[in-house]
């Protein structure tokens, strides 16, 4: 229900009143004498603009409580008197979905209360013709195309063809002819009112019914007994809109059913180019070149041209003849959906075989390049080993190393660290191991075996120093705290050698990321053998040689476990370059 604090005026319809906004609840114009109940029921709220010969008006219904529209004649000539009249005819009969609706008792006569009257204007004993509507909700297609004006999808537009011929239907089988089809008289009904604010949807455009309005230019021309005696023939209103009505409507000629489909024909073209019909004609022949300017079928394209024929005898003759294309062409939209739909399907299926091809032979190399470091590293661990232990042990390197480095070289922390042949073993095992790491080529690597060999030694003797100085300070220190970062220290020990070599290698991306991923992966995977006890604790740890001389158990102890940590470096390479770089990297860390 409408309240006075919604509406606190309310307007004359008067439209030579001189002060029209007047107060809610007076029941005559203060300044006219105009009533303001009309036809004791509707309110006057305010005007909306002009259509033609009338005045526009929102009205408050009090028998519905629904807002509705008033047009108020303003032209007092015979004709607009005619063709207002007719208007009214139309909208009382025709029910139909497509045409506004009014009640019979909505068209009246609105009567001036007193006799005064004002210079230039209606005399005193005017009559003002009035007709009441149902308000439409929602957006023109003129509206529409404001929202899009480089031209509506096919989509929208065959829908509103389809619905546009449905109501051409029944005003022909009524034998009235709109005369005034285009883009600002076509509106899509629609549950919201904000129009324009919010852009139009493809499940509004497609779904919402469409509407004709402004039938005060129909034209009837079946039997004029379907009129009221009243309204005998006249003479025929000639009405234009440029760019939209056919040839003979324009030159005052017969016109039949084959103007509205002109007019449609026009408008929907306007509809799919974004362009003017006008703008769009051959100077020379008057037709419209517009095929080139939007995205249309052929068969929809043949019947717009085919509405729009200059000759009226090369129009369809009836909404029926259309509307059977109409069926075709929405049969060939639903293959062609249907088959788009299955090109789309093909070409998704296509792309994502593609995306799993590439991650499984992505996957594959990777497996294949990470096992061959892994082999390639175990080997040359082993063989830098045994190579290490031979000169270690028995050979006078070996003895001339150990008295270099008795003279407390090493002494870390007051710790009784004794450090000697077994430094030729680590280099030796490092040096070998990062060779053969980087003679693989693998991970995008630089190759520069002088480099690596050097980084190599001298990882793998730091990852060693690191394991004697953590061997030696669980049992010299006892602390809980301390003892345990010894612990750590000499869990670590295998993960910094590794890191360091890695450093050598020429990884052309996030090196010292690499680095750490790989100290802790390999640290993580040789504490993980140590809880399994699948190996021998000796196969775990840097060099033990309990005489002068390895025993053959010892032997291959130590060459076992740097071939294991060769292999183990090489894997948790392999992962470091095929998971945590890309990650990085989708990370923005360059």
Same mark, same amino acid.
């Given at each position: 229900?409408?309240?006075?604090?919604?509406?606190?005026?309310?307007?004359?319809?008067?439209?030579?009143?001189?002060?029209?906004?007047?107060?809610?609840?007076?029941?005559?114009?203060?300044?006219?004498?105009?009533?303001?109940?009309?036809?004791?029921?509707? $309110?006057?709220?305010?005007?909306?603009?002009?259509?033609?010969?009338?005045?526009?008006?929102?009205?408050?219904?009090?028998?519905?409580?629904?807002?509705?529209?008033?047009?108020?004649?303003?032209?007092?000539?015979?004709?607009?008197?005619?063709?207002?009249?007719?208007?009214?005819?139309?909208?009382?009969?025709?029910?139909?979905?497509?045409? &506004?609706?009014?009640?019979?008792?909505?068209?009246?006569?609105?009567?001036?209360?007193?006799?005064?009257?004002?210079?230039?204007?209606?005399?005193?004993?005017?009559?003002?013709?009035?007709?009441?509507?149902?308000?439409?909700?929602? =957006?023109? =297609?003129?509206?529409?195309?404001?929202?899009?004006?480089?031209?509506?999808?096919?989509?929208?537009?065959?829908?509103?063809?389809?619905?546009?011929?449905?109501?051409?239907?029944?005003?022909?089988?009524?034998?009235? $002819?709109?005369?005034?089809?285009? &883009?600002?008289?076509?509106?899509?009904?629609?549950?919201?009112?904000?129009?324009?604010?919010?852009?139009?949807?493809?499940?509004?455009?497609?779904?919402?019914?469409?509407?004709?309005?402004?039938?005060?230019?129909?034209?009837?021309?079946?039997?004029?007994?379907?009129?009221?005696?009243?309204?005998?023939?006249?003479?025929?209103?000639?009405?234009?809109?440029?760019?939209?009505?056919?040839?003979?409507?324009?030159?005052?000629?017969?016109?039949?059913?084959?103007?509205?489909?002109?007019?449609?024909?026009?408008?929907?073209?306007?509809?799919?180019?974004?362009?003017?019909?006008?703008?769009?004609?051959?100077?020379?022949?008057?037709?419209?070149?517009?095929?080139?300017?939007?995205?249309?079928?052929?068969?929809?394209?043949?019947?717009?041209?085919?509405?729009?024929?200059?000759?009226?005898?090369?129009?369809?003759?009836?909404?029926?003849? $259309?509307?059977?294309?109409?069926?075709?062409?929405?049969?060939?939209?639903?293959?062609?959906?249907?088959?788009?739909?299955?090109?789309?399907?093909?070409?998704?299926?296509?792309?994502?075989?593609?995306?799993?091809?590439?991650?499984?032979?992505?996957?594959?190399?990777?497996?294949?390049?990470?096992?061959?470091?892994?082999?390639?590293?175990?080997?040359?661990?082993?063989?830098?080993?045994?190579?290490?232990?031979?000169?270690?042990?028995?050979?006078?390197?070996?003895?001339?190393?150990?008295?270099?480095?008795?003279?407390?070289?090493?002494?870390?922390?007051?710790?009784?660290?004794?450090?000697?042949?077994?430094?030729?073993?680590?280099?030796?095992?490092?040096?070998?191991?990062?060779?053969?790491?980087?003679?693989?080529?693998?991970?995008?690597?630089?190759?520069?075996?002088?480099?690596?060999?050097?980084?190599?030694?001298?990882?793998?003797?730091?990852?060693?120093?690191?394991?004697?100085?953590?061997?030696?300070?669980?049992?010299?220190?006892?602390?809980?705290?301390?003892?345990?970062?010894?612990?750590?220290?000499?869990? =670590?020990?295998?993960?910094?050698?590794?890191?360091?070599?890695?450093?050598?290698?020429?990884?052309?991306?996030?090196?010292?990321?690499?680095?750490?991923?790989?100290?802790?992966?390999?640290?993580?995977?040789?504490?993980?053998?140590?809880?399994?006890?699948?190996?021998?604790?000796?196969?775990?740890?840097?060099?033990?040689?309990?005489?002068?001389?390895?025993?053959?158990?010892?032997?291959?102890?130590?060459?076992?476990?740097?071939?294991?940590?060769?292999?183990?470096?090489?894997?948790?390479?392999?992962?470091?370059?095929?998971? $945590?770089?890309?990650?990085?990297?989708?990370?923005?860390?360059?």
């Amino acid at each position: 229900m409408v309240h006075q604090s919604d509406f606190p005026t309310i307007h004359c319809i008067n439209p030579h009143c001189p002060n029209p906004i007047q107060s809610w609840g007076n029941k005559y114009c203060q300044s006219c004498g105009t009533p303001l109940l009309l036809n004791d029921r509707y $309110i006057p709220l305010k005007p909306l603009g002009l259509g033609g010969f009338a005045k526009i008006y929102t009205v408050w219904d009090l028998r519905t409580q629904t807002e509705r529209i008033l047009k108020v004649l303003i032209e007092a000539s015979p004709k607009a008197l005619e063709l207002f009249d007719q208007e009214a005819w139309v909208l009382t009969h025709l029910r139909h979905p497509g045409i &506004p609706q009014a009640e019979p008792g909505d068209y009246f006569y609105l009567q001036k209360r007193n006799n005064n009257s004002y210079p230039g204007h209606h005399p005193t004993n005017w009559r003002l013709p009035c007709l009441v509507m149902e308000k439409i909700n929602g =957006l023109t =297609l003129e509206e529409v195309l404001e929202q899009h004006p480089e031209g509506c999808p096919q989509e929208w537009v065959i829908s509103w063809l389809t619905k546009a011929i449905e109501i051409l239907w029944e005003l022909h089988r009524q034998g009235i $002819i709109h005369r005034d089809i285009k &883009p600002s008289n076509l509106m899509l009904r629609m549950a919201r009112t904000d129009r324009q604010l919010i852009p139009l949807q493809r499940t509004e455009a497609t779904n919402a019914p469409l509407v004709a309005i402004d039938l005060g230019g129909a034209k009837q021309i079946g039997p004029w007994r379907k009129f009221p005696p009243e309204m005998p023939p006249k003479s025929s209103t000639r009405l234009i809109s440029p760019g939209y009505s056919p040839p003979e409507q324009m030159t005052g000629g017969e016109i039949g059913p084959p103007a509205d489909f002109f007019a449609l024909g026009r408008t929907c073209i306007h509809l799919l180019t974004g362009k003017y019909p006008a703008d769009l004609e051959d100077p020379s022949t008057g037709e419209l070149e517009w095929r080139g300017l939007c995205e249309v079928n052929s068969s929809c394209a043949n019947l717009l041209d085919l509405m729009v024929n200059l000759n009226v005898k090369d129009r369809p003759k009836t909404a029926a003849e $259309i509307s059977v294309r109409l069926a075709k062409i929405h049969r060939y939209q639903k293959r062609a959906t249907g088959a788009i739909a299955l090109v789309k399907i093909g070409r998704g299926l296509k792309k994502l075989t593609n995306i799993i091809s590439k991650i499984i032979d992505r996957t594959v190399a990777g497996c294949l390049d990470t096992l061959w470091e892994a082999v390639l590293g175990g080997i040359g661990g082993c063989v830098g080993a045994s190579l290490g232990l031979v000169l270690a042990y028995w050979s006078a390197l070996g003895d001339a190393i150990a008295d270099i480095l008795a003279n407390e070289w090493f002494q870390i922390a007051d710790l009784p660290i004794t450090f000697g042949e077994e430094v030729l073993v680590f280099a030796l095992a490092g040096l070998f191991t990062a060779i053969a790491l980087t003679d693989t080529g693998s991970f995008s690597q630089d190759r520069r075996y002088g480099w690596a060999a050097f980084m190599g030694a001298i990882g793998y003797v730091v990852g060693g120093l690191c394991w004697e100085v953590a061997k030696v300070g669980v049992f010299v220190f006892s602390s809980a705290d301390e003892v345990m970062a010894f612990e750590l220290l000499g869990k =670590l020990s295998v993960g910094i050698a590794i890191a360091i070599l890695s450093l050598g290698l020429g990884l052309k991306s996030h090196k010292f990321a690499q680095a750490v991923v790989v100290a802790v992966g390999v640290a993580m995977v040789f504490v993980g053998l140590e809880s399994v006890d699948i190996f021998p604790r000796s196969y775990l740890q840097f060099v033990s040689v309990s005489g002068s001389t390895p025993s053959l158990f010892e032997f291959v102890a130590n060459i076992g476990f740097f071939g294991l940590l060769g292999s183990v470096g090489g894997v948790c390479l392999g992962a470091s370059h095929y998971l $945590i770089v890309p990650v990085l990297r989708w990370l923005g860390l360059r």
